[in-house]
């Protein structure tokens, strides 16, 4: 006998703290936003040579994920007239082709870095196959959806959307790494549904992801990084 699935959670709206601003951003015709910073990378692409696992893609995007999993509004997703609170969000990034062209890859959410980079690499490669369909796997809503644009250091970044104001899931850009000294800077940008956080949701996000570049040794492999 197969085990049954658990109900799906939902947002209590009746005593949501937020529920002036859900009903208040429902309304809006561009109800998402969007915040752009860059960060510093070179500590965790460091990180990442001495691992010998990986690349510095799948490390930003392992971070990236990983914090979408930990901050809970960043799991919610409009649902008729309801809130859904997912139990995991994966990642759904975009794979560039030999021939110009992209396909998506889903990249699991993991703790385990080797483990999240062996499957991420394997579904990087499907993605870039010419013959692979243009098919985003949404995952029923389950995603954060994700790209790269390497040949660009932007400031600001702004989606392609069909004006469906319902779709609330976050989507995140990483932009051209450019040396400054020591440093090297990345940009990064969030687009979330201003109906179901705000912009102290997203700051943590940003917060996060900086506290992880400035630790890569806490969130890729503690045991493996300290031992060198």
Known sequence: MSALKPAPRYVDL??????SAYDYFRGFDIPTF??????DVALVRQAVKVLGVGSLSLAYHFIAIRLANEI??????????SVRVHDT????????????SF?????????DFAAFCDQGAQAMANGRRLDAAFEPNECAGATVHMTTLPWVHFSSYSNAHQGNANDAIPKIAFGRIDPDGARQWMPLSVQVHHALMDGVHVGRFFEGFEAALQA?????????????
């Not at 009746?14 to 529920?19: A, E, F, Q």
């Not at 960043?74 to 007239?81: T, W």
Request: charged fraction near 30%; glycine fraction near 4%; proline fraction near 4%.
């Open 72 to 81: 809970e509004p960043f799991r919610y997703r409009l649902e008729a007239d």
């Open 89 to 100: 969000v994966h990642g759904s990034t975009t794979v560039l082709r030999e021939d110009d």
């Open 34 to 39: 969007n915040l752009c910073a860059k960060l």
């Open 103 to 111: 396909g998506f890859a889903t990249l699991e959410h993991n703790l």
């Open 14 to 19: 009746d005593n949501w703290s937020r529920r």
């Open 216 to 228: 890569p040794q806490d969130w890729l492999c503690n045991d493996c990084l300290n031992a060198t």
